[in-house]
T-cell receptor, first 108, second 114 residues
Framework: KNEVEQSPQNLTAQEGEFITINCSYS?????LHWLQQHPGGGIVSLFM???GKKKHGRLIATINIQEKHSSLHITASHPRDSAVYIC??????????FGEGTQLTVNP | EAGVTQSPTHLIKTRGQQATLRCSPI?????VYWYQQALGLGLQFLLW???????NRGNFPPRFSGRQFPNYSSELNVNALELEDSALYLC?????????????FGPGTRLLVL
């Protein structure tokens, strides 16, 4: 069993839909990252969370430390949001452990 | 401000050869992290360097090694290349001791081993 699990693995949505991607982890963490990886491999760090909720534009990330669960929400989704979204948790020694990613496709 | 840069963008090698990948961190960042993303697999932590020292290492064989230079740039060396080493290699940098760190990723080097 992976230490970090994401769901769903693949997600297809229509433009404008509200999207939720989930991340569950089984280890103690000091922080959780949400990353966006575009075709070609470039990775952008979207959020780093250690508690509560953060919002940036149409993106919202929440974390529940007790339940070891985080969600990434995208409001009013757009085709340019199509990417792989990766959850990563920071454990000991600044090491990041990654989920396998969620492939999001937003159709116009 | 320039981001994390990596070179080369693509690298083609044959089995048994050595590959050298390079990373330049964001100015002021002292920590450099290397990750491997093999096809169909998630990102895997490889190495962490800070202030010129290897601080942590993932579950990779010793033929994966690297170093960090006084200017905080870093090299990843992969010896005796195997087909399964074909992957996207990502470098990230961060401030060290900045409290809650944020890692900034480079664009990656695609290594293909034939």
């Amino acid at each position: 069993k992976n230490e970090v699990e994401q769901s769903p693995q693949n997600l297809t949505a229509q433009e404008g839909e509200f999207i939720t991607i989930n991340c569950s982890y089984s280890v103690g963490i000091s922080a959780l990252h949400w990353l966006q990886q575009h075709p070609g491999g470039g990775i952008v760090s979207l959020f780093m969370l250690s508690s509560g909720k953060k919002k940036h534009g149409r993106l919202i990330a929440t974390i529940n430390i007790q339940e070891k669960h985080s969600s990434l929400h995208i409001t009013a989704s757009h085709p340019r949001d199509s990417a792989v979204y990766i959850c990563a948790v920071k454990t000991s020694g600044s090491r990041l452990t990654f989920g396998e990613g969620t492939q999001l496709t937003v159709n116009p | 401000e320039a981001g994390v840069t990596q070179s080369p963008t693509h690298l083609i090698k044959t089995r048994g050869q050595q590959a050298t990948l390079r990373c330049s961190p964001i100015s002021g960042h002292t920590s450099v992290y290397w990750y491997q993303q093999a096809l169909g697999l998630g990102l895997q932590f490889l190495l962490w360097y800070d202030e010129g020292e290897e601080r942590n290492r993932g579950n990779f064989p010793p033929r994966f090694s690297g170093r960090q230079f006084p200017n905080y740039s870093s090299e990843l060396n992969v010896n005796a290349l195997e087909l399964e080493d074909s992957a996207l290699y990502l470098c990230a940098s961060s401030l060290r001791g900045a409290g809650v760190e944020t890692q900034y990723f480079g664009p990656g080097t695609r290594l293909l081993v034939l």
